[in-house]
């Protein structure tokens, strides 16, 4: 399969998506570590011209070419931007830690759903004693390369609920998922929402402890939303929050898939 | 923690919450089979006089003293009716299977998610030879345990995705969640639907093939769905879209959290 490029000559579309560190443009040279060359080389077995999409977060999709793969490295010439840096829904997602799987699926999902900040907030009955957030970082990027997302998000480290409270933007609304109290069903809430950004909350297995929960709805710039009559695990909660704010208010609600330039094959081969 | 019953005596709150075959009534004994013996005597500790909330999907949800226990078995008395059996949403996931780890999240979510039928279809890139019907189900009975719903989801063998679309009732409305082609945004699409059941199609990892996606858009029951920018995984996909569904459509528009007693304290011990 040949796609058209943006100079209008046939072209082989890129092989993967990595996410680099390194300033993009025309003529750089972006060398990958040892783990990443290794993967290249021989998981998917890529060879010198072949192509990859790189992106950065800040310079736009770029696509590169393998120009030398030796043990232990890889190093890649950047030519032809594919898409240029856009804005992205400005959607935070602060979340009680919760146990291994759980928390890898939600550093996944919520890079998928669009997620530009995930930050670990330790709660009352937070029972997760160390999160690592490194590997939560690698998920985190490993799905946003996947989903073709132009930044990943920034996986902070783990504070204290009450401080994260303290220090807070006001400008900046909290959607607090909550299993008690007096919630709005969320898509009344999102609706009634006055523009700006975002931040879902969301608390670990045990829910919150009363007087937190009390504490949060004080807070002017919290609104309490409903997620329906079944008590959702928190994983479940926090990816579905994140999808009913794409869908009612992000960049769900206006199209988009055309935005998005041919990257993977439907078709096997 | 005490709560007040129906009658208006003071009564420990249920310890747990099982989903069973029998019929439940006032008066009625329920047995348990060894497994579900155990888990109570020897994973939850409990003892005779001990409280368990049953549904079986039909009679609403009941309150049991454990009267007897041996070894592997268990007899419940049922005394109270803790809420009668209520209407529930009318909404289906038919989905690709993908591999195990994502595949029992699957079963799980949409359990919580509020799926009345979960069904496995296979698509012409499904690359999964095998699905394991009995433990999506016993993944699906126990989310629906956990998260206090009335039913459990009927979870159906797996069928060929042409097999399904020609036997189709078409009073159900498909929202095909796909990658490609001409999509509304979910939230209008949800907004824009006839009241009526409804059924949540995603496809595999690899999507959908050509000829198969240009026939289900030719079918007048099909509304094709854009769940935003990013390529979502297949889990990803089914989960967001449930998501949107309850909450512009389903049991999530009309708060709820109210109509549930109390079960499980929010306060450790």
Same mark, same amino acid.
């Given at each position: 399969m040949t796609i058209e490029t943006e100079t209008g000559s046939p072209e082989a579309p890129p092989k993967t998506r990595l996410h680099v560190d390194?300033?993009?443009?025309?003529?750089?040279?972006?060398?990958?570590?040892?783990?990443?060359?290794?993967?290249?080389?021989?998981?998917?077995?890529?060879?010198?011209?072949?192509?990859?999409?790189?992106?950065?977060?800040?310079?736009? #999709?770029?696509?590169?070419?393998?120009?030398?793969?030796?043990?232990?490295?890889?190093?890649?010439?950047?030519?032809?931007?594919?898409?240029?840096?856009?804005?992205?829904?400005?959607?935070?997602?602060?979340?009680?830690? %919760?146990?291994?799987?759980? %928390?890898?699926?939600?550093?996944?999902?919520?890079? #998928?759903?669009?997620?530009?900040?995930?930050?670990?907030?330790?709660?009352?009955?937070?029972?997760?004693?160390?999160?690592?957030?490194?590997?939560?970082?690698?998920?985190? %990027? #490993?799905?946003?390369?996947?989903?073709?997302?132009?930044?990943?998000?920034?996986?902070?480290?783990?504070?204290?609920?009450?401080?994260?409270t303290r220090d807070w933007s006001s400008d900046r609304t909290i959607l607090l998922c909550a299993e008690a109290g007096p919630v709005k069903p969320i898509a009344a809430a999102v609706a009634g929402l006055k523009p700006g950004p975002v931040a879902i909350l969301t608390g670990p297995e045990g829910g919150f402890a009363k007087d937190e929960l009390d504490g949060l709805l004080k807070l002017p710039f919290v609104v309490p939303v409903g997620l329906g009559p079944r008590i959702l695990r928190a994983d479940t909660a926090a990816l579905a929050a994140l999808a009913c704010w794409q869908a009612l208010a992000g960049d769900w609600a206006t199209g988009g898939a055309d935005a998005r330039p041919p990257f993977r094959s439907q078709e096997p081969g």
């Open positions: 390194e300033p993009l443009a025309a003529g750089a040279t972006v060398g990958l570590d040892h783990e990443r060359a290794h993967y290249l080389r021989h998981v998917l077995r890529l060879d010198r011209g072949d192509r990859v999409a790189l992106f950065n977060g800040r310079d736009g #999709e770029w696509s590169a070419r393998i120009d030398g793969f030796g043990k232990g490295w890889c190093s890649l010439a950047v030519d032809r931007q594919r898409r240029p840096q856009a804005p992205e829904p400005d959607l935070w997602l602060l979340f009680a830690p %919760i146990k291994r799987t759980r %928390i890898d699926f939600v550093a996944e999902k919520a890079a #998928e759903l669009g997620a530009s900040v995930v930050w670990p907030v330790l709660t009352r009955h937070t029972d997760v004693a160390r999160v690592n957030v490194d590997r939560l970082r690698a998920n985190a %990027i #490993e799905a946003a390369e996947q989903c073709e997302r132009l930044t990943v998000p920034d996986l902070r480290e783990p504070a204290k609920l009450d401080q994260v």
